[in-house]
């Protein structure tokens, strides 16, 4: 029920921070994996050490999922080495912390395009794949700000609520082709990319810390579970969910 021996997952993003630690666990659980990222060295790196500690095959792929013809070139050399697509994890992420009167509209869209647009192109791209398979699985990536807002956040958070919404629209639309899509939420979780936020935001260590009932920073590998969870036949009649994966954060004021 929890296996995906047999199965390929492309990870966007997978090659650092929480699409590695996803990346991971599904090849704990026997899935081979596509690293779809921009930096070369840091993906092949990645997939270099999934090949030696779990002995699955692991494709590195040079992508920016803002652009079209890369995310439909990766899903055909993903076919072309493996044959199949049973998983998606839309991963690739990235955040400018400014006030929205300090946001200039290119940055806004250089967010939207890679957190928002980048999932529905990778989604779209894998569709008819999954479609003519029978099934498929796709895991989108939220956030704590998919449920609330911050002075820096805005376009950020405007991405991240479109996720949600995009997750249920996506597996409303293509539940019929027994494609389940949802939605991880993950709290703080350590990466570079909220070291660069503890530096950014004054007190962020503290407030999360404070926020968190499980008192600590969440780590990338405590995503595995959910994520094997929903990629796995063990979720099959789950979809348009959005599951917080935060030490309790979403659930104390
Ligand atoms: P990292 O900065 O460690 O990882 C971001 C990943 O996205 C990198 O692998 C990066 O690789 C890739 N990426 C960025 N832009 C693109 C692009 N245009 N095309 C392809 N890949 C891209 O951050 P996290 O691991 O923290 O973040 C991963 C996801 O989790 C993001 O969606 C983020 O919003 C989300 N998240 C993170 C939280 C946290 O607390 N850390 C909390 C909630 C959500 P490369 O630079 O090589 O392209």
Redesign the pocket.
Known sequence: MFNLKGKVAIV??????????IARGLSSVGGDIVL?????A??AEAASGIRSDYGVRALELE?????QD?VESMVRKTLDSFSRVDVLV??????IRKMPQDLSPAEYDEIL???LR?AFLCAKAVYPTMKAAGGGKIIN?????SLFGGAKLMA?GA??GGIVSMTRALASAWAADNIQVNAI??????????R??RVEIQGLNEQVLARTPMGR??R?EDLQGTAIYLSTAASDFVTGVALPVDGGYSANI
């Not at 966007?12 to 630690?21: D, F, P, V």
């Not at 779809?36 to 070369?40: E, G, T, V």
């Not at 992508?63 to 652009?67: F, G, I, L």
């Open positions: 966007t993003g997978g090659n650092g921070g929480i699409g590695l630690g779809a990222a921009r930096n070369p840091k993906t992508v920016d999922v803002r652009k890369q839309n991963n690739a992420g990235i955040n395009d890679t957190n980048g990536i939220g956030s704590m700000t950020y991405s991240k939420l993950p709290g703080w979780i350590d990466t570079d990319l909220t660069r936020g920073w969440g990338p």
